[in-house]
């Protein structure tokens, strides 16, 4: 079993920073690309950032130049540093994981619970 855990969400004021953890856990043999989803009330879930296994990372439009996305290869954690929040990214964010369990199986997205993100105006 796999089980990706996020932490570090909260109320933030407009212009504030916060920073997202998404730890995997369980059986692991290898790690593809981790990256961060996030759902705006009333919207479909998008994607804000992803990091290849190589460390190439991509981000939406939108988050460009605010959010920093990283991962710890040692920890099998990704990590999400936003600044200069703004009110539009009030969401739940979620991270996601391409993840073999062992050599020889296929690769398997895994998404954590979410955790929300508020910022009040």
């Known amino acids: 079993q796999v089980q990706l855990v996020e932490s570090g969400g909260g109320l933030v004021q407009t212009g504030g920073s916060l920073r997202l953890s998404c730890a995997a856990s369980g059986t692991i043999f290898s790690i593809d690309a981790m990256g961060w989803h996030r759902q705006p009330p009333g919207k479909q879930r998008e994607l804000v950032a992803i990091?290849?296994?190589?460390?190439?990372?991509n981000y939406a439009d939108s988050v460009k130049n605010r959010f920093t996305i990283s991962r710890d290869y040692a920890k099998n954690t990704v990590y999400l540093e936003m600044i200069s929040l703004e009110p539009e990214d009030t969401a739940v964010y979620y991270c996601?994981?391409?993840?073999?369990?062992?050599?020889?199986?296929?690769?398997?997205?895994?998404w954590g619970q979410g955790t929300q993100v508020t910022v009040s105006s």
């Open positions: 996601n994981a391409g993840i073999r369990t062992s050599w020889d199986t296929t690769l398997t997205d895994y």
């Open positions: 990091i290849s296994s190589g460390g190439t990372s």
